[in-house]
């Protein structure tokens, strides 16, 4: 069974990158068709995603957020690492890596999430 997990830090400054990794255990990323992705959800509001590595090593990215996200991989380790410069305090957010197949999110193939909270 594929799991999936989020690491990094839950408080970050305004103006500094976020970087959060998700662990895959139980398959590989650089498995023929899944895409892995990151999801966020700000207080209050619903669920946004940010972008995505394929497993051809491709990256792609939300238009709103293009300028700021980075997504990368290391297959050694079968992890994939989002990072986010310049954050606000509208960044806070709980963070989500999930698996993607045919251009959906699948249920049962995301983390558990994790709180980042951008405040000085």
Not at 105 to 111: D, H, I, P, S, V
Request: aromatic share 12%.
């Amino acid at each position: 069974q594929v799991q999936l997990q989020e690491s990094g830090p839950g408080l970050v400054k305004p103006s500094q990158t976020l970087s959060l990794t998700c662990t895959v255990s139980g398959g590989s990323i650089t498995t023929n068709l899944y895409y892995w992705s990151w999801i966020r959800q700000p207080p209050g509001k619903g669920l946004e995603w940010m972008g995505a590595i394929a497993y051809s090593g491709s990256t792609y990215y939300s238009p709103s957020l293009k300028s700021r996200t980075s997504i990368f991989r290391d297959t050694s380790k079968n992890q994939f690492t989002l990072q986010l410069s310049s954050v606000t305090p509208e960044d806070t957010a709980v963070y989500y890596c999930a698996r993607a197949l045919g251009g959906y999110l699948q249920e049962g193939y995301w983390g558990q999430g994790t709180q980042v909270t951008v405040s000085s």
